[in-house]
């Protein structure tokens, strides 16, 4: 298993990011390569939620499934991810300032499978390397809670 590990300070309270961060269907706005995103329960998020992800992926359509381990509103969530990738993602919100700001957290731990599917994937990712990737991603976290904010 690969592991990346990243934080970024957001302007916005752990409540704001959580809600941002907490919602499956805002993964399209941090990775373009994720399609769509169904099944994600109408009242939000729970322990045992499942959704799935349409993946497009140098020229790969694939779709991965993901289940919420454990949820703590609005501090802690771990997802285990299972298709072309298998993983597990944990977030963590921290607040700072007095909880006007917060130390947003991710860890994610990863391996690709899927024969030959699995290996073009990975060579992808070397290539442009899983850091930069989520960074990205949680660059587009921290601008979509600071937008909705403000």
């Avoid at 949820?71 to 944990?90: A, C, F, I, N, Q």
Wanted: hydrophobic letters at 40%; proline letters at 7%.
């Amino acid at each position: 298993m690969s592991v990346v590990e990243l934080s970024v300070e957001v302007d916005a309270p752990p409540a704001a990011v959580w809600q941002v961060v907490a919602n499956p269907r805002n993964l399209p706005r941090w990775d373009r390569r994720i399609a769509s995103v169904q099944g994600v329960p109408s009242g939000g998020l729970r322990e045992g939620s499942e959704y799935t992800t349409e993946i497009k992926f140098m020229g790969i359509h694939t779709h991965g499934t993901s289940r919420v381990i454990e949820l703590r509103p609005p501090e802690y969530s771990k997802v285990r991810v299972h298709g072309l990738v298998d993983g597990t993602v944990e977030t963590w919100l921290e607040p700072l300032d007095g909880g006007g700001r917060t130390r947003l957290r991710h860890r994610v731990e990863y391996r690709f499978i899927g024969g030959p599917l699995g290996r073009a994937a990975a060579r992808a990712v070397n290539l442009f390397g899983a850091p930069v990737l989520l960074k990205r991603g949680v660059e587009a976290q921290k601008r979509q809670a600071e937008e909705e904010f403000a």
